[in-house]
């Protein structure tokens, strides 16, 4: 299974834009990069998901260069109600492998 | 995700004892999934199931067992609990894709 590396933690301020990027250097032809979100005693909650290039819905995007080696997570204009814990998972379907995440603080 | 309900959501029990966790999801899906979660930490497949006749080890199931009742239902039981197993457990559903995993709100058990 392929190994994730995110930051621990990130702070940001309401109305800006938050770049959470994460590395996967051993990542397979077959895997998909896939975020999620948890807030306290909640369930993670499915963000995005891409292979390639530029995947974007109606809440982050999510870029990913040639290589895939690694990706970003691009959360616009960031609220209070943002703050939680971002995991950044690669996956060949059904086996998902979770970090520690990424704790994003966004202050008022 | 209401569509994936786990009860009870908070559990306290003794060393030793039998526990069920219960999860039923309402989303038709057919793979469901077992997680638990350590505090502080990211989460932890424990087993997982794509069918009713379809049961597979995760990356920690000792000391743990599960049971796929029907497409709509997967239990998670610990035959004699200990201390360690104190954590936050999920249940998760997802299509046959795999493209996004649903999860539930979570159990909270606590062993003393």
């Known amino acids: 299974l392929a190994k994730t590396t995110q930051p621990i933690s990130m702070d940001s301020y309401e109305g800006q834009e938050v770049n959470i990027t994460c590395s996967h250097n051993?990542?397979?032809?077959?895997?998909?990069i896939t975020w999620y979100q948890q807030f306290p005693s909640q369930g993670p909650r499915f963000i995005i998901q891409g292979y390639k290039t530029k995947v974007t819905n109606e809440v982050a995007s999510l870029f990913i260069p040639a290589d895939r080696k690694s990706s970003t997570l691009s959360l616009p204009r960031v609220s209070l109600s943002d703050t939680a814990v971002y995991y950044c998972?690669?996956?060949?379907?059904?086996?998902?492998?979770f970090g520690g995440g990424t704790r994003l603080m966004v202050k008022p | 995700d209401a569509d994936v309900t786990q009860t009870p959501r908070n559990r306290i029990t003794k060393t030793g004892k039998r526990i069920m966790l219960e999860c039923s999801q309402t989303?038709?899906?057919?793979?469901m999934y077992w997680y638990r979660q350590d505090p502080g930490l990211g989460l932890r497949l424990i087993y997982y199931s794509f069918d009713v006749k379809d049961i597979n080890k995760g990356e920690i199931s000792d000391g743990y067992s599960v049971s796929r009742q029907a497409q709509a239902k997967f239990s998670l039981s610990l035959e004699s609990a200990i201390p360690n197993q104190t954590a936050l457990y999920f249940c998760?559903?997802?299509?046959?894709?795999?493209?996004?995993?649903?999860f539930g709100d979570g159990t909270r058990l606590s062993i003393l």
């Open positions: 051993n990542i397979a032809t077959n895997d998909y």
């Open positions: 998972l690669v996956n060949a379907g059904n086996m998902l492998t």
């Open positions: 998760a559903t997802s299509d046959t894709t795999g493209a996004a995993q649903h």
């Open positions: 989303k038709g899906h057919d793979r």
